[in-house]
């Protein structure tokens, strides 16, 4: 099993973010990672496979988990010494990333854990660490005489050719270089292999060929034309697929095919056929116009605000965030996920914070109030002051002493719980 806990709200939440933004001043240059498929597909222009060499597919199992935190943490203070961070900077950053790794609390059923190696999956900070420790192993492990001649990954899946009659030997190796750190390994079949979202295939000439992946399982079903959600979100999966399509070298069958296949997806979810050539065109223009210009797209930072979609409200607001340098980005309220499920662990009502209510058993008085530490701790404390007659520490024991009636302690409950509240 794979420990995934929620870092939201935790202590550490913040200091991760803001390392995490800290950090983009220090890019990683070295390594051998891609950013995506597209990425991938320039990386790989104009390579030929040699005599005997097939391609494959490295696996890291459970990447994140298997990444030992202290080698983590010095991969990061090699980074910052060879992008030559100040010294007092680099100690800083490590204190504070030691910090959000080593508190990795989380709560199941009423008892608190703590995981106890390996990155959280669920801190922002762990995959800037596992990008860093990976290509700290990968510049050990290419010092080796089996390691690819060409090596590229994705997080924790790597592109590479390898010669058959060594791959055994290949993979032995790898999985020798750290004892947490497992490969597997897939190979081509019928000379094609499935590659993040591309299926990459050789042609007679042993160069490669490109197209689009998608699994068997693929029904095309994405947001569909009559869902109350804001435009750009209905269009946002065509428009990944027109990138890829417009992005990712492909013969002019295949290009053909797999508009096709947009067209049809695009059907199936309630669209028709002009809802698909805007996007396309939008597509091709911009395709052009990269390819000729020399000026570099504006990589200013955009702060966003994030806003539920109600058409004759959010528009206008969005009118005027807009003017003020704000770009609104719509979340929706009604997810399948919240109407079907909750996967966290439920915590007990009494265990919260927020509103509650306290009734007299002996006539219809209700007491209501509220509270920022848990409901069972300020529902005892008015049951001590009642007990001890101390009046003006509760007006639910100043009840009790003015008419000589009794409370119905059973019944006390929360009937609110809110996350953020003003000292009582």
């Known amino acids: 099993m794979r420990p995934i806990s929620s870092n939201i709200r935790t202590p550490t939440q913040k200091m991760a973010a803001w390392l995490v933004n800290e950090m983009k001043k220090y890019p990683v240059k070295h390594g051998k990672s891609v950013k995506n498929s597209v990425d991938l597909v320039k990386q ?16 890291v199992t459970a990447l994140f988990p298997s990444v030992p935190v202290n080698e983590a943490l010095q991969s990061l203070r090699r980074h910052l010494e060879r992008s030559r961070a100040p010294p007092n900077h680099i100690e800083a950053y490590l204190s504070v990333a030691q910090v959000c790794m080593n508190q990795n609390f989380f709560t199941f059923r009423g008892r608190v854990y703590r995981q106890t190696f390996g990155l959280s999956m669920g801190s922002k900070l762990s995959p800037l660490l596992a990008d860093l420790f990976m290509s700290d192993f990968e510049n050990e492990a290419q010092k080796k005489k089996l390691f690819p001649r060409i090596w590229w990954r994705y997080v924790d899946d790597i592109f590479a050719p390898v010669k058959e009659r060594y791959l055994d030997q290949t993979l032995s190796m790898l999985n020798s270089q750290h004892s947490t750190i497992n490969f597997t390994v897939e190979k081509e079949v019928d000379g094609r292999l499935p590659f993040l979202d591309l299926l990459i295939s050789r042609n007679e000439d042993n160069t490669l ?41 492909m013969a002019k069958e295949e290009f053909e095919e797999e508009k096709c296949r947009i067209y049809s997806a695009a059907e199936v979810n309630g669209y028709d056929r002009s809802f698909v050539d805007k996007i396309i065109r939008k597509h091709k223009r911009k395709t052009h116009r990269h ?11 955009v702060k966003r605000v994030s806003l539920p979609f109600y058409p004759k409200i959010t528009n206008p607001i969005k009118t005027t965030l807009h003017r003020q340098g704000l770009h609104v980005v719509h979340k929706s309220e009604n997810t399948l996920r919240d109407l079907l499920c909750n996967l966290k662990d439920k915590v007990p009502p009494d265990e919260q914070s927020g509103i509650y209510q306290v009734p007299c058993k002996d006539c219809p008085a209700v007491y209501i109030g509220q509270t920022r530490r848990k409901v069972k701790v300020r529902i005892r404390e008015h049951r001590n002051a009642v007990v001890s007659n101390k009046n003006n520490e509760s007006s639910v024991a100043a009840h009790t002493m003015e008419i000589n009636h009794e409370i119905d302690w059973d019944s006390a409950k929360l009937i609110k719980s809110l996350v953020r509240l003003q000292p009582e």
């Not at 496979?49 to 494959?56: A, D, H, T």
């Not at 994405?222 to 435009?231: A, L």
Request: charge should be positive.
């Open 44 to 59: 790989l222009e104009g390579f030929k496979l040699g005599r005997g060499e097939i391609l494959v597919s490295f696996d």
């Open 291 to 301: 390819s000729i210009t020399t000026l570099q797209p504006d990589t200013r930072e």
């Open 209 to 249: 060929k490109f197209g689009i992946y998608r699994k068997p399982t693929s029904t095309d079903r994405y947001i569909t034309s009559d869902s109350n959600h804001f435009g750009a979100q209905k269009q946002a999966a065509f428009h990944s697929m027109a990138h890829r399509l417009f992005n990712v070298p």
